[in-house]
């Protein structure tokens, strides 16, 4: 199954810790629910960090970073350090861009989408809709947000925690194998993990009850507190040139990222409201 673009955007902005300046910008990198080694994210990391860095026309060595994927050490260590620069899960960003003046400036585009559906998938003809799996088990990596879930992929008509019995996992295969063998009643998937279900192969047919709308897919945010304009857009002017350039491009297509995109934070303004609704 393919790696998130989240875990390619830790490998372009991450590099190791003991080659950053003493000086260095902290890059905090949120993946919540993710099973990334982070040993090996940051082997694949310092080559990519020097092209931002060129491309950008800042000195070598100029950012740092911290990888986490616990939302509550996320948070944790935003409000801690305060980054100018963050990449953020939408749930994230939801929940802290008041706090922190948060502002997005790049998403990627992915298979030519800039946004993403969840489904909730069951074994073929067991269930026919969410409302058969009240008090069923639930399992899936996004389940490390329940509130984002809840408010966002379901709107605000269901509450995961109540209403599912919860399984998080920090590996969506896992999870799919658990649900093939009928250990899990249902598994929540993102759009990448979805497209990945042809390639595994189960015992049993597999089935999405549930389709999401189309949800925003969240890239690199800032601090517009303690950035500048012009530091805002010389960092997303860096990041949209990773896919065209030599180096930048193959890790690009490693992670089938397409390219990334300015973005303006009023593409988000429906999913703030339903955050705040869902409240």
């Known amino acids: 199954m393919r790696k998130s673009y989240l875990i390619m955007l830790a490998s372009l902005l991450a590099p190791f810790s003991v080659s950053a300046a003493p000086d260095?910008?902290?890059?905090?990198?949120?993946?919540?629910?993710?099973?990334?080694?982070?040993?090996?994210?940051?082997?694949?990391?310092?080559?990519?960090?020097?092209?931002v860095e060129r491309v950008g026309q800042w000195q070598e060595n100029s950012f740092n970073s911290v990888f986490l994927t616990k939302s509550d050490d996320c948070k944790k260590q935003i409000a801690d350090n305060n980054p100018k620069f963050a990449i953020t899960s939408l749930g994230l960003y939801l929940e802290l861009?008041?706090?922190?003046?948060?502002?997005?400036?790049?998403?990627?585009?992915?298979?030519?989408?800039?946004?993403e559906h969840y489904r909730v998938m069951v074994q073929k003809d067991k269930f026919k809709s969410l409302d058969e799996l009240k008090g069923k088990t639930l399992g899936g990596t996004v389940l490390?947000?329940?509130?984002?879930?809840?408010?966002?992929?379901?709107?605000?008509?269901y509450d995961p925690a109540s209403f599912?019995?919860?399984?998080?996992?920090?590996?969506a295969i896992r999870a799919l194998r658990s649900l093939n063998k009928g250990e899990l009643d249902a598994v929540i998937l993102n759009e990448q993990q979805f497209g990945g279900l042809g390639s595994l192969q189960m015992d049993t047919s597999l089935e999405a009850i549930f389709t999401?709308?189309?949800?925003?897919?969240?890239?690199?945010?800032?601090?517009?507190?303690?950035?500048?304009?012009e530091e805002r857009a010389r960092f997303g002017k860096a990041l949209e040139a990773m896919c065209t350039d030599a180096e930048g491009k193959k890790l690009c297509e490693l992670f089938g990222v397409e390219s990334f995109n300015s973005v303006d934070a009023s593409l988000f303004e429906p999913m703030v409201k339903l955050w705040a609704n869902g409240q």
Request: hydrophobic share 40%.
């Open 212 to 229: 999401s709308e189309e949800i925003p897919l969240m890239g690199v945010v800032a601090n517009s507190g303690s950035t500048s304009v």
């Open 24 to 51: 260095a910008e902290m890059i905090v990198v949120c993946y919540p629910g993710g099973s990334v080694n982070a040993k090996e994210a940051n082997g694949a990391m310092s080559s990519m960090l020097r092209v």
């Open 164 to 171: 599912f019995d919860l399984k998080p996992s920090n590996q």
């Open 144 to 157: 490390e947000e329940p509130a984002f879930v809840g408010k966002i992929v379901f709107a605000g008509k």
């Open 97 to 115: 861009r008041n706090q922190h003046k948060l502002v997005p400036i790049v998403q990627p585009k992915i298979n030519g989408q800039t946004s």
